[in-house]
């Protein structure tokens, strides 16, 4: 099923809001308002919308049961309420997505045909673009996006509501950058426990979602995230493959050979729904893949029954930067991983040695940096030996699927941190740590699939004191549907309907 064939011949509203044009100011703390607006009380048969899957809100409003203004306005009072709290987002665009919503609606009224996700509000992560609104252009920068992302445009395109930008603490630049903003105040919290962080990067998007703050939103994976930030807030989160999402940022230009666009959300639906709509080929983006993007909202619902399913507890390395709670996490994401044989699937167990991908991964990155900025590389005996560990772990890989077509492991190695604890682990205690930084304990699980290129998501399974876990899957990038058929019969069949705390 190709995006073709997912837009629906759907009902008219014609139902019209004006917009509203006085400036209510929001809490400390709250995202920097973009225009300005007020909103009316909340209509009591909207609350339902507030954990509505994106797919249904769609097909709530072309069958006239809301309009996209009325959908918009709510969960603009949703950040207003929660915002001031999480920190989730860095500019919020009021009026501009109320403008939106009512040109949405009038396009609906006119007739006309409605794209997937007509009149769905959505955010985006802070250096992604969104045309006239602030978005990071180098670490530390901002300038005012010329040009919508081809994300943005092609989410518009599929009738979206674009609200704004969310906040992208540290890493999400350069991947050494500190975890943390430099006021500790306005760090994005983590909607189980509002002490605690939602990770890094794509956090605010993270804590965006889990709250229902925004039924969707997108991240942006370098080294883990959108996965980390979803595993420990107890969403989906996709890295997609190399090049299935194109990128073309003109107000930060830069190869990403290591950075995929992908969405977050709280079911697999919504997951297949948002990269359909992102994924696929553009002439903008010269390393996009040319094939069509796999048929994500078609794999849904096919079930596992004989899918040959793996199990890695650390990679053959990941004992080295085990923390604490990683015996933890371990017990419960192997436990998860067990329940896909309830499901028909089989699953072994694999003691592969991987060899560890951080000083490799680090050096290659820092050489595609450098490139892009200065032309300078590092010295070509170190990016040779980094080129042959990616080799010899690709050839590891490859031999293992040609026998599987699943591979499961823990996601993050740990449950949300403190942001006290995240603070002195990335600023105070890195020394303490494996190569003296934390940024290979962070991502002890998740960065390879980056440097290799290759798909993989994180679905919620289980918590801990609380605090949500999320299961990582991971296959071949030809195979890439396969995650979404995997991860779609788990939560079908074992789903977490608890809702955070802080919502």
């Known amino acids: 099923m190709q995006m073709d064939d997912i837009k629906n011949d759907f009902a008219e509203d014609g139902s019209e809001v004006s917009r509203r044009t006085v400036l209510k100011g929001m809490a400390g703390g709250a995202a920097a308002l973009v225009g300005s607006t007020v909103l009316p009380a909340a209509a009591a048969e909207t609350t339902e919308l507030t954990w509505m899957p994106a797919w249904q809100i769609a097909n709530k409003v072309a069958e006239g049961h809301y309009s996209a203004v009325q959908v918009t306005e709510h969960f603009l009072r949703r950040i207003e309420k929660l915002d001031p709290v999480l920190h989730a987002f860095q500019h919020l665009d009021a009026a501009g997505a109320l403008e939106q919503a009512k040109r949405a609606d009038e396009w609906q009224a006119a ?38 992302d081809i994300c943005v445009e092609r989410l518009r395109n599929a009738g979206a509501i674009m609200l704004g930008t969310t906040k992208l603490p540290g890493m999400g630049n350069t991947y050494m950058t500190g975890g943390r903003d430099a006021d500790l105040s306005v760090h994005p919290r983590n909607p189980w426990d509002p002490t605690r962080v939602p990770a890094s990067s794509s956090a605010g998007s993270a804590a965006a979602v889990a709250a229902a703050m925004v039924p969707m939103a997108l991240g942006s994976d370098g080294g883990g995230s959108p996965r980390l930030p979803a595993s420990i807030c107890g969403i989906v989160g996709v890295h997609t493959a190399m090049g299935r999402v194109p990128y073309a940022h003109y107000d930060d230009p830069k ?130 030996s980094a080129s042959e560990t990616r080799h010899r772990n690709w050839q590891k890989f490859n031999a293992l699927f040609d026998q599987y077509d699943i591979l499961l492991s823990p996601c993050a190695p740990f449950t949300a941190y403190t942001v006290e604890e995240w603070d002195a682990a990335w600023n105070r205690d890195g020394e303490k740590y494996p190569h003296k930084t934390f940024a290979p304990t962070y991502t002890v699980y998740t960065h390879m699939f980056n440097w290799l290129g290759w798909p993989a998501l994180s679905v919620p399974c289980g918590y801990i004191n609380g605090l949500p876990v999320g299961l990582q899957l991971v296959t071949r990038p030809k195979n890439e549907a396969a995650l979404y058929t995997a991860a779609d019969a788990f939560l079908n069949a074992f789903p977490r309907d608890e809702r955070p705390p802080v919502s």
């Open 111 to 148: 007739g006309k045909t409605l794209g997937p996700l007509h009149g769905v509000p959505i955010a985006v992560k802070e250096h992604t673009s969104i045309k006239g609104l602030p978005v990071i252009a180098g670490p530390g920068n901002s300038v005012i996006a010329t040009s919508d």
């Open 255 to 384: 190869i990403m050979l290591m950075i995929t666009t992908c969405p977050l959300a709280r079911n697999v639906r919504d997951a297949a729904l948002g990269m359909q709509v992102i994924a696929g080929p553009d002439g903008r983006d010269f390393i996009a893949l040319e094939e069509p993007a796999p048929d994500y909202l078609g794999a849904l619902g096919k079930g596992v029954n004989g899918m040959r399913m793996v199990w890695t507890e650390d990679y053959g390395f990941g004992s080295m930067y085990a923390t604490e709670q990683t015996p933890a996490i371990v017990t419960t994401t192997h436990g998860a991983a067990q329940k896909f044989t309830q499901l028909g699937a089989s699953v072994a167990t694999t003691d592969q040695q991987w060899e560890d991908f951080f000083i490799p991964f680090i050096m290659m990155n820092n050489a595609y940096d450098a490139v892009a900025t200065d032309g300078s590389t590092p010295p070509p005996e170190a990016l040779k």
